[in-house]
């Protein structure tokens, strides 16, 4: 999931100023389309942390090449050594976890990374920036209820804090409307074929389609007051 979609995910690996002296890490990088884009910078060497078997199967095939490689790990816990990366990224990633998991997984890229490294993050954001904690847990309960995992999204202050606390240092940020399983998105994410095609895959799961409903349902109720953020911060 992109929540700010291609354009946010080509913001934040613009952002990363990736070279060709890099070594880049990223966290689930899922089907490897924002792998593919990081890739097109040339890093000296791309390491992919992928959680499923089955994906880091198809990412193998997909993006297989010269110093690229697919771990299986978990981004809490990666099997690799200190200061591995010049450049850390993921997407939608710490919003689906409680601030405690959170705080693992960014000590972990804090880890891997060497000093004065880039950290990207690509997640949701609660708006305005001062809304009611009521709000904020109403939304958050009703995330984590409908998406089946401990979903919570933070706004752009409590974002830039816990980076603080975790040792970086935030250098940029990007916004756009959150406007995930919009099909105007989709068709701009994936182009036409590719959105018929999701679209078929749904309406032929009874299962997947209820729950992606659902799912919108919630999007659309609280689209005032959830955006899509990208974050770019330095370890100090």
């Known amino acids: 999931?992109?929540?700010?979609?291609?354009?946010?995910?080509?913001?934040?690996?613009?952002?990363?100023?990736?070279?060709?002296?890099?070594?880049?890490?990223?966290?689930?990088?899922?089907?490897?389309?924002?792998?593919?884009?990081?890739?097109?910078?040339?890093?000296?060497?791309?390491?992919?942390?992928?959680?499923?078997?089955?994906?880091?199967?198809?990412?193998?095939?997909?993006?297989?090449?010269?110093?690229?490689e697919i771990i299986i790990g978990n981004a809490s816990k990666v099997p690799l050594p200190d200061q591995s990366a010049d450049k850390l990224y993921g997407e939608a990633l710490l919003?689906?976890?409680?601030?405690?998991?959170?705080?693992?997984?960014?000590?972990?890229?804090?880890?891997?990374?060497?000093k004065g490294g880039l950290y990207g993050v690509h997640e949701l954001s609660l708006f305005p920036q001062d809304i009611s904690d009521t709000r904020k847990s109403a939304i958050q309960k009703t995330?984590?209820?409908?998406?089946?995992?401990?979903?919570?999204?933070?706004?752009?202050?409590?974002?830039?804090?816990?980076?603080?606390?975790?040792?970086?240092?935030?250098?940029?940020?990007?916004?756009?409307p959150m406007a995930v399983l919009e099909t105007r998105r989709i068709v701009a994410d994936e182009g036409i074929l590719q959105s018929l095609k999701i679209g078929f895959n749904i309406y032929t799961n009874p299962a997947a389609r209820k729950r992606i409903t659902a799912i919108r349902k919630v999007f659309k109720k609280y689209k005032e007051e959830m955006t899509a953020i990208v974050i770019i911060a330095e370890k100090q």
Do not use: C
């Not at 990412?59 to 297989?64: A, I, M, N, Q, V």
């Not at 601030?99 to 000590?107: A, V, Y």
């Not at 979903?151 to 606390?165: D, G, M, N, S, V």
């Open 1 to 68: 999931m992109r929540p700010g979609g291609r354009e946010l995910t080509e913001k934040l690996i613009s952002g990363l100023s990736i070279n060709p002296q890099d070594q880049v890490i990223e966290f689930a990088p899922g089907k490897g389309w924002t792998a593919e884009k990081a890739l097109t910078y040339r890093p000296k060497i791309y390491k992919g942390i992928e959680l499923s078997e089955e994906a880091a199967l198809q990412l193998r095939k997909k993006l297989g090449g010269e110093n690229r």
């Open 95 to 114: 919003t689906m976890h409680a601030n405690q998991r959170k705080i693992k997984i960014m000590r972990e890229a804090h880890r891997l990374l060497k």
């Open 143 to 176: 995330l984590a209820t409908t998406m089946h995992v401990n979903a919570r999204p933070l706004t752009l202050p409590e974002w830039i804090k816990l980076f603080e606390q975790e040792g970086f240092k935030v250098k940029n940020y990007f916004t756009n």
